[in-house]
């Protein structure tokens, strides 16, 4: 039973979230500080909702847990999840208070929780999820991640054994999380596009983990992402519950098999990175419990967040905002690689530098040499425009990638460098953004665009 | 000309892979070679200009010391002897010490090539920016990491820093250098960021040279940085 305290935190927080509205604003985090304040074990004493699910991972959490949401609730089920608020603790505690009436009932059929991986040890003890989705574990800031490694024993530590794991078995690190929980796995199978070697700048977990001998790739997708056996111990990636068999860009379906049935699936993104987000929907929808065929209806009413990916065509020129994550070495690189290999003549404006660091201190720009840079030496990338107070480091980066100095521009404000952007003859503008910086990407794709409006 | 890069496959965690794309570059004839784990370090087998080693996780640490420790003896020599320049960043300095103890007090071996120790104390990650001065030059960087390293005397410390701390916080000592060994908590492109030391560098190799590849460029990011040290109450982590 909960306590005087939790009910007085919560009537605090509920009283806070009124008013922050009133200011026109969402209240997505000080709720959960307050709660937090007057009642420090707020989450471990909230009543859990009939399905609560964690989704966390280095890259594609958001997209993931947003996709999950929407999906429930097009199939009828009322859910609160933390998709315009923080993952760590005060969002996931904000989370909780709004899945809550005045009372401290539970209101909702579902939370929907995106979880900071390295915050999880805060989250995942208290919220107790009955599920628990990884989309995978790779390098990240150094300042906060430290490296992979960390990451996972954070995880497999303080995920409640109780939770059932849906894990990426072509991710080595994070499928091998949680041994002694009930598990299951997803992935997407041999493809015509696949190597056996690494070839990306970096690869995580090319050795054993058992033995450290160098593992042999029945696939390899990119970095250390496929299909692994130790010729020496034996040791490979897991079996997988639900495997995308064929992916169709040009029909535009999915094709996942699951024992001996195949179901075929809207694709919702060409991207590579964006069919293992709904690959991992899928997984996790089927495990809850919904069919095949109300999968199907539900992906096929879903898309991938406009904070993502958007783009806008003026005057046949097309201006697209597309994530980059700062301080992401491996997910920033399936960014570069997707825009390098568009179709026509591209500029690109690299706003990746984070927010608070240029405030006051001096970020750190060495996860640039892990970022695959190369993707952009080639012709038809014909400007990079480098923005930022990290601008003149990214310079040199792209100088030692081999990009020619005449296609490389600096500018230390991202707004302004949206006016270098040299629009004759080029079909398609990349403004590659960090999450931070979604305000300041809006800004500069309205200026391009009114640019090219104008004629200019 | 040789440069040995040693267990590349778990020790280029922090954007370290760029300075030897850099060098690679710098010395276009030299041949770049890769030891895998399982492998015996080339150093040991035959004459290399450049010994590269970089950071690492704690588990990584634990594993290339297991695979290391049955050459310590031939190890100690080579680094005496001074034809060969090793060159480790990041925590890879760690595994010359007589141990790291981990979290919960117990010890692994070092090499024991040199009397300090390093302590972990995960989850606490400290972050450091710094500014150092190594003979007339100012070295610009960072360094990220769980753990502080003790016992290292001045005299063989690498540089001294001005801003940011060196090898544990009671200290502006920071690195090894003693004979042609620089090892250093400095990470990343430490060589990119720092134009001095590449030219440093690259006379101790014996292939000085008038300007570097992309200097102007490199010098432009260098005294942006620079500046950006001089922001009032800077954070250094």
Known sequence: MASFRFHVALVAAKLSKTVIRLLGRNGTHTPGVIAQKLCPDFLAQAPKAPLAICVTGTNGKTTVSNLLTDCLEKSGKSVVS??????????????????????????????????????????????????????????????????????????????????????????????????????????????????????????DYQLCPECGTKLKYNYLRYHHIGDV????????????????????????????????????????????????????????????????EQVQELIAQIHVPDSRHNETTVNGVTVIQALSKGQSAVSSSRTFEYVANEEG?????????????????????????????????????????????????????????????????????????????TLDGVDRVYILYDCENYGMSCEMKQKIIKRLEEGK | MKIEVLYPEICTLFGDKGNMKYLSQCLPDAEFVSTELNDKPLFLQEEVALVYMCSMSEKSQELILSRL????????????????????????????????????????????????????????RFNNLMKAKFKDMTLIGYSSRFSHTYGISEDISFCKTEIGKGMNPDTNDEGIYTGKLIATYLLGPLLIQNPDFVHFLLAELGWPMDKIPYEDAMREAYAYKLKEFAKPELELS
């Open chain 1, 345 to 421: 003549r591209k500029a690109v404006i690299l706003a990746m530098d984070d927010l608070s660091d240029r405030k006051k201190s001096i970020e750190y720009s060495g996860w640039i040499y892990d970022l695959e840079f190369e993707q952009f030496n080639r012709d038809d990338v014909v400007q990079v425009i480098c923005s930022g107070p990290r601008c003149y480091d990214h310079k040199v980066r792209c100088l030692i990638a081999g990009i020619p100095e005449e296609k490389i521009q600096v500018n230390t404000s991202e707004v302004a460098a949206a006016d270098m952007v």
């Open chain 1, 82 to 203: 933390n998709r315009t608020g923080s993952n760590i603790v005060p969002g996931c505690m904000t989370n909780v208070i709004n899945s809550l009436n005045w009372t401290g009932k539970c209101r909702v059929d579902a939370t929907v929780f995106e979880v900071d991986e390295r915050a999880s040890r805060l989250i995942l003890p208290y919220v107790n999820p009955d599920y628990l989705v990884v989309t995978g574990l790779f390098r990240d800031s150094l300042k906060r991640n430290a490296h992979p490694d960390y990451i996972f024993s954070v995880i497999d530590t303080y995920c409640p054994d109780s939770a059932k794991v849906i894990l990426n078995a072509d991710e080595l690190c994070s499928s091998m999380l949680k041994k002694n929980s009930q598990r299951v796995f997803y992935g997407i199978g041999a493809q015509p596009d696949d190597k056996t070697e690494p070839y990306n700048l970096i690869a």
């Open chain 1, 229 to 292: 056996v130790c010729p020496n111990c034996g040791l490979h990636s897991a079996d997988k519950k639900y495997l995308a068999t064929e992916i169709n860009r040009e029909n535009m379906t999915l094709t996942m098999r699951e024992g001996d049935t195949e179901t075929v699936y809207p694709l919702i993104h060409t991207a590579l990175f964006n069919i293992y987000n709904e690959v991992t929907v899928i997984s996790a929808l089927r495990e809850i419990g919904y069919q095949q």
């Open chain 2, 69 to 124: 420790m049955q050459y310590k003896d031939e190890i100690a020599p080579m680094l005496k002897e001074g034809r060969t320049l090793f060159l480790f960043v990041g925590n890879a300095l760690e595994l010359l010490g007589s141990y790291i103890q981990r979290e919960d007090g117990s010890k692994v071996e070092g090499l024991g090539l040199f009397d300090f120790y390093s302590v972990r104390q995960a989850p606490n």
